[in-house]
Structures are given as C-alpha cells and as structure tokens.
C-alpha cells in the first residue's frame, strides 16, 4: 500500500561546522495551498531562497513553519561562551593592520570594536555555514516526513473504517427502498380506490401514474454511484501520493447521493440510515483536511 500523509508534522536537525552549529525546526499544519513561513538569524538569511527550493521539493501543501538558530560550538563556548583564543588572535590582527606596538590600549580596543561592527553589518556570504543549513534542513524534513506518513497511516485506517460503515448503511438501503416503494403502492391504489367510491376507472392509467411514481422514488441509481465513489475512495487511498484534493471531490459526490436518496425515500428506517451516512461523511471531511 502507498503512503499518504498528513499535512501536520514536526521534524528537527542539526549540522556543524567549524565552531557553527545550525538547528533548525520544521513543523506543519494542514492548509489549502504551500504556504512557507521561515524565520532565520541574519547569518543565515542570505540562503533563503536555497532553503525554500529544498523545502518545497519536500513538502507538497500546508502550512510550514521553519526556524533555524545559529549557535556556538567548541571553542566558542570552551570558556563561559567567549573564544579568548580568537579574541586573541582579533587583537594581534588589530594591531598588525594599525601598525600598533606595545600594549594596547582601551582606546585601540573600542576602536576594534566599532570597525568589528562594521565589518558584521557587511559580513560575505559563509559557504559553510550554507551546507550547514542545508544538512540540517535535510536532516528535519525526514524526520518531519515519517511523522507525517505516521499520522497519515492513522488517519487512512480511520477513513477507511468510517467508508466502510456507510458501505455497510447503504447496502441496505435498496431492499428498504423496494418495501417502501411497494407500501406505497399500495396506499396509492386503495387511496385511488376509496377516491372512485366504484366508478370506472382506467387501469392502464393507473399503471402508467405508479410507474412514474416508482421512477421517483426509486434510489438504485444512487446507490449505484455512492458504490461506484466509494470504490475510487479507496483506490485513491491506495495509490497513496497527494489525495487531500481527489477525495474532497469525491466527498462532495458521495453526499449528493446520500441527500437525494434521502429526499426519495420519507421512510424512517431508511432516513436513519441516511443520517447516519452524513455522519460519517462529515467525519471523514474533517479528516480529510489533515491530507496533502
């Protein structure tokens, strides 16, 4: 059996390099159409359209939100968070590029650090840091999509019970309908009957009015396509892949049988059953709308 998926799913992971740890978060919701919503650190924000063409070769429909954080690894955090080996080596590049002997000063500090700022706020594009991103991503979407094969497999076993108990309702609509149809004749025949009081009538007339009323009141035909979308039901569900949209139209089919075979038939046990099928296909379009 092919795999559906549901559009809710979670999913994390993390790649390193250097003294850089990328972690990144996706999680989804169910939603019409793809709609991305990424929050990214500044270093990180010039690999976006990288990240949104890895994602949307991944994840079909929904919503999804992606964060990813940017953190220190190693070194970095070796000594309360602070790299006093690359501070150090700051400090001696300060004072190689100023031409700066001797001790420096608080002065050649601050003027470190207001040329570091600057620097930062016109830093290049890290390669590295992009395959981190990258790796981690990748990382996150396979687990988000085995959370989401996993809430999909639990859901189609549900759509499936629920198909089957309007299957098993509408099996017996038909040999009720007969029996309603023929009361019916009955009523309609000694109504006519009692009407007359003796006075001639037209047999074939008669037969020519029940027959038009049995056309009306016959439901084989619908029962006949609720089988038939009840069967493409299923062998969407088994195709697996994207089914969210296929189903909602045969959904919409299924109901249409359903009402107009209630409107048929004013009888109290097959208006039950019919009930009782709306139920479960309302049931399962809400469960429906969790499916890509």
């Known amino acids: 059996m092919a795999n559906i998926r549901s559009m809710t799913g979670f999913g994390t992971g993390a790649s390193?390099?250097?003294?850089?740890?990328?972690?990144?978060?996706?999680?989804?919701?169910?939603?019409?159409?793809?709609?991305?919503?990424?929050?990214?650190?500044r270093q990180l924000s010039a690999h976006e359209f990288a990240l949104r063409e890895l994602v949307q070769g991944k994840v079909?429909?929904?919503?999804?939100?992606?964060?990813?954080?940017?953190?220190?690894?190693?070194?970095?955090?070796?000594?309360?968070?602070?790299?006093?080996?690359?501070?150090a080596e700051d400090l001696r590049a300060v004072q190689h590029a100023a031409g700066i002997s001797g001790d420096l000063k608080l002065s050649d500090l601050l003027r470190w650090s207001t040329g570091r700022k600057s620097d930062e706020s016109t830093e290049t594009v890290d390669p590295a840091l992009k395959d981190a991103l990258l790796e981690a991503m990748s990382q996150a979407l396979v687990e988000h999509d085995s959370f989401r094969q996993r809430e999909g497999a639990s859901l189609e076993q549900d759509l499936l019970a629920r198909l089957a108990r309007i299957e098993e309702?509408?099996?017996?609509?038909?040999?009720?309908?007969?029996?309603?149809?023929?009361?019916?004749?009955?009523?309609?025949?000694?109504?006519?009957?009692?009407?007359?009081?003796?006075?001639?009538?037209?047999?074939?007339?008669?037969?020519?009015?029940?027959?038009?009323?049995?056309?009306?009141l016959d439901v084989q035909e619908e029962m006949t396509r609720l089988a038939t979308?009840?069967?493409?039901?299923?062998?969407?569900?088994?195709?697996?892949?994207?089914?969210?949209?296929?189903?909602?139209?045969?959904?919409?089919?299924?109901?249409?049988?359903?009402?107009?075979?209630?409107?048929?038939?004013?009888?109290?046990?097959?208006?039950?059953?019919?009930?009782?099928?709306?139920?479960?296909?309302?049931?399962?379009?809400?469960?429906?709308?969790?499916?890509?």
């Open 60 to 87: 079909g429909r929904g919503s999804v939100t992606i964060q990813a954080n940017l953190e220190e690894t190693g070194a970095a955090v070796a000594a309360g968070g602070v790299d006093w080996v690359k501070v």
């Open 16 to 41: 390193t390099r250097g003294a850089k740890m990328v972690r990144v978060d996706v999680r989804s919701v169910n939603g019409r159409f793809m709609e991305l919503q990424l929050r990214l650190p």
């Open 229 to 292: 979308h009840i069967e493409a039901f299923r062998k969407t569900l088994s195709d697996g892949g994207a089914v969210g949209k296929r189903i909602g139209f045969l959904l919409q089919e299924m109901l249409r049988e359903t009402n107009t075979t209630g409107s048929k038939c004013q009888d109290s046990i097959i208006t039950a059953l019919v009930i009782s099928m709306k139920e479960e296909l309302e049931a399962i379009r809400e469960q429906a709308a969790n499916l890509e």
């Open 169 to 216: 309702a509408a099996g017996k609509i038909p040999g009720l309908a007969r029996i309603h149809l023929e009361k019916v004749r009955e009523n309609l025949e000694t109504r006519i009957r009692e009407y007359l009081d003796g006075k001639e009538f037209d047999p074939a007339r008669l037969a020519q009015e029940i027959g038009h009323m049995s056309e009306r």
